[in-house]
């Protein structure tokens, strides 16, 4: 897959390290300054000043929660002999991708993130978890840790001072669900992958019941540019993100762009629309968020905006559809993820998504019933306020509901019908029957 990139390069933190050839070359890294964020921090400052710089900066979780990420680290027990720094590399969201392009093209950036990191809360083991179809990924990564270990990057006295790590790459089996981080703890520790009841939270009782700080890829790649920046620099470039663009734009990418950048705007460093289509709708952060519409083009797409419009960032995943594309059916093949990838550990996800995704297959295949909308809100509501164990089953709701509301008459319409609108107006436009 190529990617672009739509930043001025002087204001790109993430993506310079991942353009032409990329930074996966430790040479190619250290030219391009890298490691030097990680020499600064273990030489100069205390790991509680790491702390307080990361908390300043305002970086925030990117592995869809949006945690402010010192704020967790501190939640980590100082007097703790074992504790473990465990990166979330699962990325089974559909259609978010910007995590495996940091793998592939820039893996000693998460390396520096993650050497800083284990630093500030005082960890001597880091795991990185990548999910199995990350084949380049994973041989990238290995290659990266290899090549900073021989040159002293990680192993024993880093930079000469008193603090070692040693950083091992573990595969998953492939499971949407291994991204939910007690879940990816438990298929760590060699189980099935499967939600954990929480508390303890991993940060008092993770990996192995030890302390463990638990980050997202990205997030930890923004370390080196928090340390090297200062909090006030970084904050004030945005912040910074990089936002996974798919569908029915020109240019379907990742891009860095500072968080808050309008969705219009958004989708015109994608290239824009395809030529004579209009804006129909789009998910903003990933297919577990609500689906937004034209009148929300404007929307800044950050945390508490995208909140207020009804919706969220997630994992900062910008799908875009235009009038080609049939909403019911979207959302229909959101609902059959979700049923695919439950666990089956609760009833309301494992059953619920069975039900949704029959009610969709009803109404595809013609043989829908006006009160199938009822069930179809009905049986969402049912994954909702807590009776999910975890936040997968509440995945479904978001995009479901909101198609109901601003997307109804399509689903009327099939039923009526027996028809897709959409696909009678393409066809007619295309001249056929
Ligand atoms: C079903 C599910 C899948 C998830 N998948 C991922 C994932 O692939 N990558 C990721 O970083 N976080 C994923 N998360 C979020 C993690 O549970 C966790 O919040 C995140 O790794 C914390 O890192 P951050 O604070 O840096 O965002 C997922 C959550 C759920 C509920
Ligand atoms: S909500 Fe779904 S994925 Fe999460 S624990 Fe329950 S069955 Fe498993």
Not at 340 to 364: A, D, H, M, N, Y
Request: proline content about 6%.
């Amino acid at each position: 897959m190529t990617f672009w990139s739509g930043t001025v390069a002087a204001e790109s933190i993430l993506l310079r390290f991942t353009e032409g050839e990329g930074t996966a070359d430790l040479d190619a890294y250290l030219r391009a300054g890298g490691y030097q964020a990680a020499r600064t921090a273990l030489t100069t400052l205390a790991p509680e000043s790491v702390i307080d710089i990361v908390e300043q900066s305002g970086l925030r979780g990117k592995g869809g929660a949006g945690f402010p990420t010192g704020r967790k680290w501190k939640f980590i027990p100082k007097g703790a002999p074992v504790k473990y720094v465990v990166v979330n590399g699962d990325e089974a969201e559909p259609c978010t991708f910007k995590d495996h392009l940091l793998l592939e093209r820039a893996p000693h950036l998460l390396l520096e993130g993650i050497i800083i990191t284990a630093y500030a809360v005082g960890a001597q083991r880091a795991y990185v978890y990548v999910r199995r179809e990350g084949y380049l990924a994973r041989e990238r990564l290995e290659q990266a840790v290899a090549a900073a270990e021989q040159r002293g990057f990680l192993g024993d006295k880093i930079f000469g001072t008193g603090f070692s790590l040693q950083v091992v790459v573990h595969t998953g089996a492939g499971a949407y669900i291994a991204g939910e981080e007690t879940a990816l703890l438990e298929s760590l520790e060699g189980r099935r992958a499967m939600p954990r009841a929480r508390p303890p939270f991993p940060a008092v009782a993770g990996l192995y019941g030890k302390p463990t700080v638990i980050n997202n890829v990205e997030t930890l790649c923004h370390v080196p540019a928090v340390i090297r920046l200062g909090p006030e620099a970084y904050s004030a470039l945005g912040p910074p993100a990089l936002f996974s663009v798919s569908g029915h734009v020109r240019r379907p990418g990742v891009y860095e762009l500072p968080l808050g950048t309008r969705m219009r705007e958004m989708i015109d460093q994608a290239g824009g629309l395809r030529p004579g289509r209009r804006f129909k709708a789009a998910f903003p952060g990933g297919s577990s968020s609500a689906i937004l519409t034209e009148a929300h083009l404007d929307v800044p797409m950050d945390y508490e905006p995208l909140q207020q419009a009804g919706s969220m960032l997630g994992s900062a995943s910008l799908i875009v559809m235009d009038d080609t594309a049939c909403i019911v059916r979207t959302v229909a093949r959101g609902v059959d993820f979700y049923k695919e990838e439950s666990c089956g550990k609760c009833t309301p996800c494992r059953e619920g998504t069975v039900w949704l995704s029959q009610i969709f297959e009803r109404i595809l295949g013609g043989r829908g019933r006006m009160e199938d909308l009822d069930l179809l809100a009905h049986i969402s509501g049912g994954l909702k306020g807590g009776t999910c164990f975890c936040l997968l089953g509440e995945s479904v709701p978001p995009s479901l509901e909101a198609s109901l509301r601003h997307f109804r008459h399509e689903y009327e319409h099939h039923i009526r019908t027996g028809r897709c609108d959409v696909d009678d107006a393409v066809g007619a436009a295309a001249g056929v029957a």
